[in-house]
């Protein structure tokens, strides 16, 4: 079964920053698209950054745009997320998934938009106090 394992998650001040990692196991890690959300209690979940695992492509919402860096450890299955200049609008349950789409015409961008990965991880807290 696959697994997704995030870490790094906290509390920090408004101008803060904060590292995530999500590391999958089990999983063949290649030709896929590694994605971070994140979820806020009543609302939808939203995509925040993705990135095709054996490309260099990657990709931000608007709202982290500059902000926010995703990167990866293809050696190790590790994803990242650095988080800089930290918003209390950025506080949330951000959550790692994953889906392979080698081969297929998906993109990693409709996914991010349509949150329609294979697999999930349980998520670590982010909270940004002003």
């Known amino acids: 079964q696959v697994e997704l394992m995030e870490s790094g998650g906290g509390s920090v001040q408004a101008g803060g920053s904060l590292r995530l990692a999500c590391t999958v196991s089990?999983?063949?890690?290649?030709?896929?698209?590694m994605a971070w959300f994140r979820q806020v209690p009543g609302k939808e979940r939203e995509g925040v950054a993705v990135?095709?695992?054996?490309?260099?492509?990657?990709y931000y919402d608007d709202s982290v745009k500059g902000r926010f860096a995703i990167s990866q450890d293809y050696a190790n299955n590790t994803v990242y997320l650095q988080m800089n200049s930290l918003k209390p609008e950025d506080t949330a349950m951000y959550v790692c998934?994953?889906?392979?789409?080698?081969?297929?015409?998906?993109?990693?961008?409709?996914?991010?938009?349509?949150?329609?990965?294979?697999?999930w991880g349980r998520g670590t807290q982010v909270t940004v106090s002003s």
């Open positions: 990135l095709y695992t054996s490309g260099s492509f990657t």
């Open positions: 998934a994953a889906k392979k789409i080698w081969g297929s015409d998906v993109t990693c961008v409709s996914l991010l938009n349509s949150r329609d990965m294979s697999y």
């Open positions: 089990k999983y063949t890690y290649g030709g896929s698209c």
